[in-house]
């Protein structure tokens, strides 16, 4: 076996060891319910279990990052399947962190699914080594990366423990409007999450079935001589396309359900030779979260949150809030390092500049804002319990989109990152 398959053999044992964990964390949640002999020990027993299952996974993780470093020759964070990766195991670090300072067992049933889907969607992307480009040819990319990683994977654990906190004191049997308000606010972020798993086992299904699909689209553009240039690339879809390209023609595409070709055509206004396919995941993914969340409502027959709740009886919301809080509290100082400092000096090196407006700096900016202002409400205007669970639940959307979504919707000079 060479180094590069030993690292994917690695990384499946991470994998399967994460979601092993959070499985022994639920029961050891839930199962305190039918423990009648002694409840507590239960929990004690259980909340072990999952956490050398976690502390066993993140060492298989480990081994997993300096195979695959010493195959590439370079620190494995320079991609989107690399840094994703790197990102699951700072999670599943900050989580061992923060369990080791307040024991709760609960927060491995929140925490370590997170960490499980972002390692699940960094599989969708090539696993393939590539060499770097000459702009990632820098110490830096250690030095910044693996902070900014490391902060981030703090905000994944106070966003679960906001999450865990909306869980236990939203009222799912009040009428007022305020309840029907919050219960609608958990409920989305429950169906966003189910729409990433849903994605992810979306594109799972499609690959084993070796799905695949390609247009030919041709570009017209005008030089500064008013002379049309046209040019013709190829669109690879690997979901069946609901919206094929604008101005673009079939070139090969498998049936799916009866359907030979594609419903629709993205609009002329989305710009990029992707801007079809991005169109074509987006509905994709809201159609499998759709179709994933109304099975579980109707196995279920309630609101998701309301069949999670019970498991959060007897967990003291001001616990949650407080782990939350300390959990975004180390997370900052390590971001304004890591996504600001440290990517400011690594701009000026590369680039001559220490600021540029680059959509990924303006994204990381309105990420270290939000955080100030999660903080600055936090100590001074007194915003605990709803309101800053609220905000660390919204922020830690926002560090997603500024990881994935910039890099793959937004052309910049981080657009390398979404290859």
Same mark, same amino acid.
């Given at each position: 076996?060479?180094?590069? #398959?030993?690292?994917?053999?690695?990384?499946?044992?991470?994998?399967?060891?994460?979601?092993?964990?959070?499985?022994?964390?639920?029961?050891?949640?839930?199962?305190?319910?039918?423990?009648?002999?002694?409840?507590? %020990?239960?929990?004690?027993?259980?909340?072990?279990?999952?956490?050398?299952?976690?502390?066993?996974?993140?060492?298989?993780?480990? /081994?997993?990052?300096?195979?695959r470093?010493? +195959? &590439?020759?370079?620190?494995?964070?320079?991609?989107? @399947?690399?840094?994703?990766? @790197?990102?699951s195991?700072?999670?599943?670090?900050?989580?061992?962190?923060?369990?080791?300072?307040? %024991?709760?067992?609960?927060?491995?049933?929140?925490?370590?699914?997170?960490?499980?889907?972002i390692?699940?969607?960094?599989?969708?992307?090539?696993?393939?080594?590539?060499?770097l480009?000459?702009?990632?040819?820098?110490?830096?990319?250690?030095?910044?990366?693996?902070?900014?990683?490391?902060?981030? &994977?703090?905000?994944?654990v106070?966003?679960?423990?906001?999450?865990?906190?909306?869980?236990?004191?939203?009222?799912?049997?009040?009428?007022?409007?305020?309840?029907?308000?919050?219960? %609608?606010?958990?409920?989305?972020?429950?169906?966003?999450?189910?729409?990433?798993?849903?994605?992810?086992?979306?594109?799972?299904?499609?690959?084993?079935? *070796?799905?695949?699909?390609?247009?030919?689209?041709?570009?017209?553009?005008?030089d500064?001589?008013?002379k049309?240039?046209?040019?013709?690339?190829?669109?690879?879809?690997?979901?069946?396309?609901?919206?094929?390209?604008y101005?673009?023609?079939?070139?090969?595409?498998?049936?799916?359900? *009866?359907?030979?070709?594609p419903?629709?055509?993205?609009?002329?206004?989305?710009?990029?030779?992707?801007?079809?396919?991005?169109?074509?995941?987006?509905?994709?993914?809201?159609?499998?979260?759709?179709?994933?969340?109304?099975?579980?409502?109707?196995?279920?027959?309630?609101?998701? *949150?309301? +069949?999670?709740?019970?498991?959060?009886?007897?967990?003291?919301?001001?616990?949650?809030?407080?782990i #939350?809080y300390? +959990?975004?509290?180390? /997370?900052?100082?390590?971001?304004?390092?890591?996504?600001?400092?440290? &990517?400011?000096?690594?701009?000026?090196?590369?680039?001559?500049?220490f600021?540029?407006?680059d959509?990924?700096?303006?994204?990381a900016?309105?990420?270290?804002?939000?955080?100030?202002?999660?903080?600055?409400? %936090?100590?001074?205007?007194?915003?605990?319990?709803?309101?800053?669970?609220?905000?660390?639940?919204?922020?830690?959307?926002?560090?997603?989109?500024?990881?994935?979504?910039?890099?793959?919707?937004?052309?910049?000079?981080? #657009?390398? &990152?979404?290859?």
């Amino acid at each position: 076996m060479n180094t590069e #398959s030993l690292s994917g053999t690695f990384l499946l044992i991470a994998f399967i060891l994460y979601t092993l964990s959070f499985i022994v964390f639920g029961i050891a949640v839930t199962g305190k319910k039918w423990s009648s002999r002694d409840p507590e %020990r239960h929990l004690k027993r259980w909340g072990r279990g999952g956490l050398v299952l976690t502390i066993v996974g993140f060492a298989s993780q480990l /081994g997993y990052f300096f195979t695959r470093w010493y +195959a &590439a020759g370079h620190i494995p964070v320079s991609n989107m @399947f690399e840094f994703l990766t @790197f990102l699951s195991m700072m999670i599943a670090l900050a989580f061992v962190i923060v369990y080791a300072i307040y %024991r709760v067992a609960v927060l491995g049933m929140f925490a370590m699914p997170v960490c499980v889907i972002i390692l699940a969607y960094a599989l969708v992307f090539p696993p393939d080594i590539q060499p770097l480009i000459p702009a990632l040819q820098s110490y830096w990319l250690k030095i910044h990366v693996t902070t900014a990683a490391f902060s981030e &994977a703090f905000f994944a654990v106070g966003f679960a423990a906001g999450l865990m906190y909306l869980l236990r004191v939203v009222n799912f049997k009040g009428t007022s409007k305020a309840d029907r308000r919050e219960r %609608r606010g958990v409920e989305v972020v429950i169906f966003v999450v189910f729409t990433v798993v849903a994605f992810v086992v979306t594109s799972f299904v499609f690959k084993g079935i *070796g799905y695949e699909a390609k247009f030919k689209q041709e570009i017209t553009k005008i030089d500064q001589n008013g002379k049309e240039n046209v040019t013709t690339s190829t669109v690879d879809y690997v979901l069946p396309p609901i919206v094929k390209p604008y101005n673009s023609t079939v070139e090969t595409m498998k049936p799916f359900l *009866g359907m030979e070709e594609p419903l629709f055509t993205s609009p002329s206004w989305m710009n990029g030779i992707n801007a079809g396919r991005k169109l074509n995941t987006f509905l994709w993914s809201l159609i499998a979260g759709l179709i994933l969340y109304g099975l579980v409502r109707l196995i279920l027959r309630k609101q998701v *949150g309301a +069949a999670i709740q019970p498991a959060m009886n007897g967990m003291d919301p001001e616990d949650l809030d407080e782990i #939350s809080y300390r +959990a975004i509290a180390i /997370g900052f100082p390590l971001f304004t390092l890591g996504a600001l400092i440290f &990517a400011m000096i690594w701009a000026h090196e590369a680039w001559g500049r220490f600021w540029g407006w680059d959509p990924k700096e303006v994204w990381a900016l309105i990420t270290w804002l939000y955080y100030t202002a999660y903080l600055h409400f %936090r100590l001074s205007r007194g915003w605990q319990g709803r309101k800053s669970a609220w905000m660390a639940v919204i922020g830690f959307v926002v560090v997603m989109f500024t990881n994935v979504g910039v890099n793959l919707i937004i052309a910049g000079l981080h #657009s390398y &990152a979404g290859v």
